[in-house]
Nanobody, 124 residues
Framework: QLVESGGGLVQAGGSLRLSCAASGRAFSTRTMGWFRQAPGKEREFVAAISRGGGGRYYADSVKDRFTISRDNAKNTVSLQMNSLKPDDTAVYYC???????????????????WGQGTQVTVSS
């Protein structure tokens, strides 16, 4: 089970930190990813991190603004979002996959478990 938290309303230029808590003992063996879905749009990849944290991959739209991290001792993965823009407004989902594929980890079909999502709204 994956449970996201940390969403909310923030002004453009502000920051938010999303967290995803995972249950189960397999957390440290799995790739973790963040996706988002804006109103009227398809869900899109945001960021992913390998099981040990040494591999990270970001969508071009968030590179240099967002940072993904994980704490395997606490079974959590986080997404630090800085310099937020109105275009970042979306429901953000945490998801997990069995394997790390580098840039290939952006493929949504690799992820087999998903959280319920948390709303992020960035006002202009």
């Amino acid at each position: 089970q994956l449970v996201e938290s940390g969403g909310g309303l923030v002004q453009a230029g502000g920051s938010l930190r999303l967290s995803c808590a995972a249950s189960g003992r397999a957390f440290s063996t799995r790739t973790m990813g963040w996706f988002r879905q804006a109103p009227g749009k398809e869900r899109e990849f945001v960021a992913a991190i390998s099981r040990g944290g040494g591999g990270r991959y970001y969508a071009d739209s968030v590179k240099d603004r967002f940072t993904i991290s994980r704490d395997n001792a606490k079974n959590t993965v986080s997404l630090q979002m800085n310099s937020l823009k109105p275009d970042d407004t979306a429901v953000y989902y945490c998801a997990t996959a069995t394997t790390w594929y580098g840039s290939g980890s952006a493929l949504e079909s690799l992820y087999d478990y998903w959280g319920q999502g948390t709303q992020v709204t960035v006002s202009s």
